[in-house]
């Protein structure tokens, strides 16, 4: 689960263009600026990593430890 939040949160950082030290976990990443085509890139990468999420899942708390809740589920 560990590795899984450690890419998200790289990627996500990527596409915001920030450290990955500067993604809040406990602030919607709406408000940090991850738009709804970035959140679908991040649908694909956790899909590989072999959970079954779709957007609406991450959309309707789009907080990464809302995120890591719903993998541990």
Known sequence: M???MRTLTD????ALGVAPGDVDPDISLADQGLD???M???V????????DIDFI???DDPRL???????AA
């Open 65 to 71: 430890n809302a995120w890591e809740e719903l993998f």
């Open 11 to 14: 990627h996500i950082a990527d």
């Open 40 to 42: 679908m890139g991040v």
């Open 36 to 38: 709804s085509v970035r």
């Open 57 to 59: 899942d991450l959309a």
């Open 2 to 4: 560990q590795n899984l």
């Open 44 to 51: 694909e990468l956790i899909r590989e990593a072999g959970h």
